[in-house]
């Protein structure tokens, strides 16, 4: 039980670097099992996606084989993720109930753990939380119904049924998410769920047949009536809430911009300029994103350009499952 490393902060969640993904182990039955009995550490996750780290959320309290018992690749030892920092690291679906958990730890979402775990543990328990939802998920065949069998050390899930065969791999749902820019000011909307006073930048997914740019183009335009162009890729966090990727894009409103008018989806989109939002966050009279998300950091990162500072991060929300 010693903690990953801290490592550099890539400045928001879920996104450090450093795991070797090792994916030419993955079928190697021989070496996973050597791994696994030899020093091979399991991130703990519970069937509601919620990871085990000490109670203050500070480190991951991995699971090894003498905790499961168990070799690669079975359901509850549900996946190989990778070599780091020397160990081998492995998926590991737990019944909180089913076991007596150590004291000092507990439970948690990820997105309350995010600001407090080392980036790179919080990164590995993405990983973790994003292959067992997607195993949870394809259980059986979409093509004839029949159960699947998981293999490549919970990379594959192939149907059991000797004429369909259908093989499936781990999926990942792209979203874009855009700070709209026009001058000195910058679009942002606020969902009708939220707090009154939280302001975000607009997001939405990426629809089959569609680029990136398309989806940025539709997804303002629909939350805000607003036209865009030039739009610019920034960065992209892994958000497995349960499986996205968001997509992250700065994009000029077309000029003249027109009028805000406010889509299905939003309660409010409106624009903001520099000092409003530094000075607002900071009086609490807006509640910006939090440090761990990318849209704090588009939305900081245009501040400090033009107002030489970064606003103030708001709180985690946690969305109802
Ligand atoms: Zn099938």
Same mark, same amino acid.
């Given at each position: 039980?010693?903690?990953?490393?801290?490592?550099?902060? /890539?400045?928001?969640?879920?996104?450090?670097?450093?795991?070797?993904?090792?994916?030419?182990?993955?079928?190697?039955?021989?070496?996973?099992?050597?791994?696994?009995?030899?020093?091979?550490?399991?991130?703990?996750?519970?069937?509601?996606?919620?990871?085990?780290?000490?109670?203050?959320?500070?480190?991951?309290?991995?699971?090894?084989?003498?905790?499961?018992?168990?070799?690669?690749?079975?359901?509850?030892?549900?996946?190989?993720?990778?070599?780091?920092?020397?160990?081998?690291?492995?998926?590991?679906?737990?019944?909180?109930?089913?076991?007596?958990?150590?004291?000092?730890?507990?439970?948690?979402?990820?997105?309350?753990?995010?600001?407090?775990?080392?980036?790179?543990?919080?990164?590995?328990?993405?990983?973790?939380?994003?292959?067992?939802?997607w195993?949870?998920r394809k259980?059986?065949?979409g093509v004839?119904?029949?159960?699947?069998?998981?293999?490549?050390?919970?990379?594959? %899930?192939?149907?059991?049924?000797?004429?369909?065969?259908t093989v499936y791999f781990p999926r990942t749902d792209p979203a874009i998410i855009v700070?709209?820019?026009?001058?000195?000011?910058?679009?942002?909307?606020?969902?009708?769920?939220?707090?009154?006073?939280?302001?975000?930048?607009l997001a939405g997914f990426v629809e089959p047949g569609e680029t990136l740019e398309a989806a940025v183009a539709r997804e303002v335009r629909e939350e805000?009536?607003?036209?865009?162009?030039?739009v610019?890729f920034? %960065?992209s966090?892994?958000w497995?809430?349960p499986a996205s990727l968001m997509v992250?894009f700065?994009?000029?409103?077309?000029?003249?911009?027109? /009028?805000?008018?406010?889509g299905?989806e939003?309660?409010?989109?409106?624009?903001?300029?520099?000092?409003?939002?530094?000075?607002?966050?900071?009086?609490?009279?807006?509640?910006?994103?939090?440090?761990?998300?990318?849209?704090?950091?588009?939305?900081?990162?245009?501040?400090?350009?033009?107002?030489?500072?970064?606003?103030?991060?708001? /709180?985690?929300?946690?969305?109802?499952?």
């Amino acid at each position: 039980m010693s903690p990953v490393s801290r490592g550099d902060r /890539p400045g928001f969640a879920f996104a450090a670097d450093g795991l070797d993904r090792a994916a030419d182990r993955r079928d190697d039955e021989d070496w996973l099992a050597q791994a696994w009995s030899t020093g091979g550490r399991a991130v703990a996750v519970d069937p509601h996606g919620r990871v085990l780290a000490t109670a203050d959320g500070s480190m991951l309290v991995p699971l090894d084989a003498s905790d499961l018992g168990e070799r690669p690749g079975q359901r509850r030892l549900g996946g190989f993720l990778g070599l780091l920092e020397g160990s081998a690291w492995f998926a590991a679906r737990v019944d909180p109930s089913s076991a007596p958990w150590r004291t000092g730890t507990a439970f948690a979402d990820l997105r309350s753990l995010a600001p407090l775990l080392p980036a790179g543990a919080a990164s590995l328990a993405a990983y973790a939380r994003a292959l067992l939802h997607w195993q949870s998920r394809k259980r059986y065949c979409g093509v004839c119904g029949a159960a699947t069998s998981l293999g490549s050390a919970g990379h594959k %899930a192939s149907c059991s049924d000797a004429g369909c065969g259908t093989v499936y791999f781990p999926r990942t749902d792209p979203a874009i998410i855009v700070v709209v820019t026009d001058g000195p000011r910058c679009l942002l909307g606020r969902q009708p769920s939220w707090p009154e006073r939280r302001y975000s930048t607009l997001a939405g997914f990426v629809e089959p047949g569609e680029t990136l740019e398309a989806a940025v183009a539709r997804e303002v335009r629909e939350e805000s009536g607003i036209a865009v162009e030039r739009v610019c890729f920034v %960065a992209s966090q892994p958000w497995p809430f349960p499986a996205s990727l968001m997509v992250g894009f700065e994009a000029d409103a077309a000029r003249p911009a027109g /009028p805000v008018v406010i889509g299905d989806e939003l309660a409010d989109a409106r624009w903001f300029g520099v000092r409003e939002l530094i000075d607002g966050a900071a009086s609490g009279d807006l509640l910006l994103p939090p440090e761990t998300s990318i849209s704090y950091h588009l939305i900081a990162g245009w501040c400090e350009r033009l107002g030489g500072e970064r606003p103030k991060p708001g /709180p985690v929300l946690i969305a109802p499952r």
